[in-house]
């Protein structure tokens, strides 16, 4: 079974900075087979990224997704203050279908 | 505009059963894949089950298998997660979310607002 595992558990930045967050996969996969949502409180997720780079309708170029193999990485340009939220990495396994959701990073308004 | 919206949720005993509704419109129904996704108090995103367009396959999270069973009625344009067994661990905001379309998506892209399940005695 294949686990994701999101860094840094709380990332503290300031609106115009730029902010990376990472997703490692315990194994290779696909690059197909990623995604990332932002949440905010109170709210379900948004879809931001998916096949590991490809942005979802509407989803603002501030927005980036990048990597391949075990390493991928969302990349916020320059924060703007609504992008302070819950970010989280989702990875779907074939044979049979499965999704898996990394335990999200925080971004925080440092 | 595509609408995904839940129901069913509740307070429930230990061992009990629970009906989830989401109704859906704005969107072909019958042509795409919809799942459950359920997040615990403070917690992460747990994938819980997946329903393909047709209904043909069903696919299920390990903490719910043979509890938990998705099933949708198209001529209603309505998706179910029958909850049987049910264990205070299952206690959650549950939201149905669909399949983006296209191939090779492997994500979802709308979601419903929730619907909370609190298994307590």
């Known amino acids: 079974e294949i686990v994701v595992t999101q860094s840094p558990g709380t990332l503290s930045l300031s609106p115009g900075e730029r902010a990376t967050l990472s997703c490692r996969a315990s194994?290779?996969?696909?690059?197909?087979?990623l995604a990332w949502y932002q949440q905010k409180p109170g709210q379900p997720p948004r879809l931001l990224i998916y096949g590991a780079s490809r942005r979802a309708t509407g989803i603002p170029d501030r927005f980036s997704g990048s990597g391949s193999g075990t390493d991928f990485t969302l990349t916020i340009s320059r924060l703007e203050p609504e992008d302070f939220a819950v970010y989280y990495c989702?990875?779907?396994?074939?044979?049979?279908?499965?999704?898996?959701f990394g335990q999200g990073t925080k971004l925080e308004i440092k | 505009q595509v609408q995904l919206v839940e129901s069913g949720g509740g307070v429930v005993q230990p061992g009990r059963s629970l009906r989830l509704s989401c109704a859906a419109s704005g969107f072909t129904f019958s042509n795409y894949g919809m799942h459950w996704v359920r997040q615990a108090p403070g917690k992460g995103l747990e994938w819980v089950a997946l329903i393909w367009y047709d209904g043909s396959n069903k696919y299920y999270g390990d903490s719910v298998k043979g509890r938990f069973t998705i099933y949708r009625d198209t001529s209603k344009n309505t998706l179910f997660l029958q909850m049987n067994s049910l264990r205070a661990e299952d206690t959650a905001v549950y939201y149905c979310a669909r399949e983006c379309s296209g191939g090779g998506c492997y994500a979802t892209d709308y979601w419903g607002q929730g619907t909370q399940v609190t298994v307590s005695s």
């Open positions: 989702q990875q779907y396994g074939s044979s049979p279908p499965k999704y898996t």
């Open positions: 194994q290779s996969i696909s690059s197909g087979y």
